[in-house]
């Protein structure tokens, strides 16, 4: 199987295991520091604004990939839930989205991820009870 097929099927497997829409979930992949980078992001169809879900590095686009099926795989074991409030400039909404992560500052990172600090206010980071 060509590299090509294997990172088809790598992403159709992630998007499944994620339960996302076809357009919800973007593969961005780039070259730092001699490696390969995939950052996998969300797309959220009410608001259409974008986030970082996960970063993962590795020799290739298919190395990259492995490592986010794992992940994706083992994440709700593995890290907290966050509900994160938030406005963008000139909105009048007020936003709530949620992200998994380590701490709040990595749930901070994630919402923030691509864009000035200055285009959202964050009204409160809580800390969901694990079940």
Known sequence: MTDEFEVARLQREI???LGMEPGNL???FREVDGQTRLDLITVNPRHHQSFLFRYETGRDEVECLQKMQDYVRNFRDNESSYTLQWRARGDKELHTSYFRAHNAYEALDKLYFG???NT???FSVVLNPSS
């Open 26 to 28: 973007r593969f961005e």
């Open 115 to 117: 864009r000035d600090l």
């Open 15 to 17: 998007e499944q295991h």
């Open 120 to 122: 959202i206010t964050v």
